[in-house]
């Protein structure tokens, strides 16, 4: 079992900032990927940014320059710093992780910019 936590979210102000963070714990010896998806209302989730082990990270157009992606591999943590957030960035945001071929997800931590 692979269990993720996200913490971070909230409401801000448009051009404020926060910063997301999401713990793996569980059968994780063979963690690789780590990332973060979104969803808004009504719409699909999308991807925001990944980051392999090892590897580049990968950051949607509409989030690049914005948010940065890092990990503390010693923690199983992935973060999302969240700068310039504009009223269009509101969603619940998902952590995710691949283990070995298997991916997992998050339960979602709710963002919400107010312009």
């Known amino acids: 079992q692979v269990q993720l936590v996200e913490s971070g979210g909230g409401l801000v102000q448009a051009g404020g900032s926060l910063r997301l963070s999401c713990v793996a714990s569980g059968s994780i010896s063979r963690l690789n990927a780590m990332g973060w998806y979104r969803q808004a209302p009504g719409k699909q989730r999308e991807l925001v940014a990944t980051s392999p082990s090892g590897g580049t990270t990968n950051y949607a157009d509409f989030v690049k320059g914005r948010f940065t992606i890092s990990r503390d591999n010693a923690k199983n943590t992935v973060f999302l710093q969240m700068n310039s957030l504009k009223p269009e960035d509101t969603a619940v945001y998902y952590c995710?992780?691949?283990?070995?071929?298997?991916?997992?997800w998050g339960q979602g931590t709710q963002v919400t910019v107010s312009s």
């Open positions: 995710y992780a691949k283990v070995a071929i298997y991916s997992y």
